[in-house]
Nanobody, 119 residues
């Protein structure tokens, strides 16, 4: 599975951005896709995730009500709509895909995309 992110950039506080993650390869074996972020000096943290089967979503408390995760199955693409951005949202955002293929679990990451929110 290959993951390619896009959509990061510089935005003022209160603004919006939409991140995209295009998946290719053995996408049928993906169970969960999600977005993580890592700010300088901090650990990588889960932002939002979506189960492939029932579409169930999970959000970090810090982004609930502001961020929305979605997917377009026809395009094998996942999105993260980020509204009302805050300076503390500044981080490198990573796309993640987890699943099982031939009985072996996998965990893939994209290359990351920088999101910078100015105050």
């Amino acid at each position: 599975v290959q993951l390619v992110e896009s959509g990061g950039g510089l935005v003022q506080a209160g603004g919006s951005l939409r991140l995209s993650c295009a998946a290719s390869g053995s996408t049928f074996s993906i169970n969960t896709m999600g977005w993580y972020r890592q700010a300088p000096g901090k650990q990588r943290e889960l932002v939002a995730a979506m189960a492939s089967g029932d579409g169930r979503t999970n959000y970090a408390d810090s982004v609930k009500g502001r961020f929305t995760i979605s997917r377009d199955n026809a395009k094998n693409t996942m999105y993260l709509q980020m509204n009302n951005l805050k300076p503390e949202d500044t981080a490198v955002y990573y796309c993640n895909a987890r699943g099982v293929r031939f009985g072996v679990p996998f965990n893939y990451w994209g290359q990351g995309t920088q999101v910078t929110v100015s105050s």
